[in-house]
């Protein structure tokens, strides 16, 4: 019982830090994308703070898939 | 200032990684006073976290140059491609160490892990507040 809660804990935790980095990387994306067309010369410095704010964003799932990773394996 | 073909300091986000990377090395040798444990715990959150994001930028600027010059037609498809990358070899990262590292403190390795991420705001943010200071100062000029 306790070990199945445990599995569960951990696919709630990678499923909502997967949706909340979803919509973020949705909006990065599309306001990435505006930007571009409307001013593609400034493309090259858009795609440099693309990256950060992705990794920025991206951080949050990966931190929760390591936290669940490590209820599921070594807890 | 170049560090060989892997590393160049004048852009941004390789500015980034050498940061981490130093930063990693100085906390490994703080904790190394409280035990091996410690040490490499705090060694390997941060390594999860500058491996992915390093290798994620090698894909993104692969055969196109620096990120600064990158072609205007590339669209977003290497940044998922770089990204999934990412996420990838962070996940095989977490289970290989939880995996095989039998004694892990596993605050110190969450909290370098976070810690080292946000590096991310804060290097942008010092530089950008040193621009501004600069652009304010030859304003008064």
Redesign the interface.
């Known amino acids: 019982m306790e070990q199945s809660l445990i599995y569960i804990a951990g696919g709630i935790l990678m499923g909502l830090g997967a949706i909340g980095s979803g919509l973020g ?1 949705g909006m990065l ?1 599309g306001k ?2 505006e930007g ?1 067309a409307r001013q ?2 400034l ?3 858009l ?6 704010a ?3 964003v ?2 949050v799932p ?2 929760a ?3 669940s ?2 209820l599921i ?2 807890v | 200032m170049h560090f060989g073909p892997f590393l160049n300091i004048e ?3 390789d500015r ?1 990684i050498v940061i981490q990377i130093f930063t990693v090395i100085l906390a490994t040798g703080i904790f190394l006073m409280f035990g091996v444990v410690a040490a490499y715990s705090v060694m390997l959150g941060g390594l ?1 976290c500058i491996l992915p ?1 390093y290798f ?2 090698r894909v ?1 600027v692969a055969k196109k140059g620096p ?4 072609p ?1 037609d ?3 498809s290497p ?1 998922i491609r ?2 999934l990358i ?2 990838g070899l ?2 095989a990262l ?2 290989a160490t ?2 095989l590292v039998e004694r ?1 403190n ?1 605050l110190l390795f ?1 909290a370098a ?2 810690g080292l ?1 946000l590096i ?2 804060v290097v ?1 943010a010092i530089e950008a507040s040193a621009l501004r200071r600069r652009y304010a100062g030859k304003q008064s000029d």
């Open positions: 990387i994306g990435y994308l571009v593609p010369e493309q090259p410095m795609m440099t703070q693309l990256f950060i992705l990794a920025l991206d951080a990966i931190i898939v390591g936290i990773l490590y394996f070594a | 852009s941004q986000v980034i999860i994001g994620a930028a993104l990120l600064e010059n990158l205007t590339v669209g977003l940044v770089s990204e990412k996420f962070s996940v977490f289970l939880f995996l892990l596993t969450f892990f976070i991420q991310y705001i942008p």
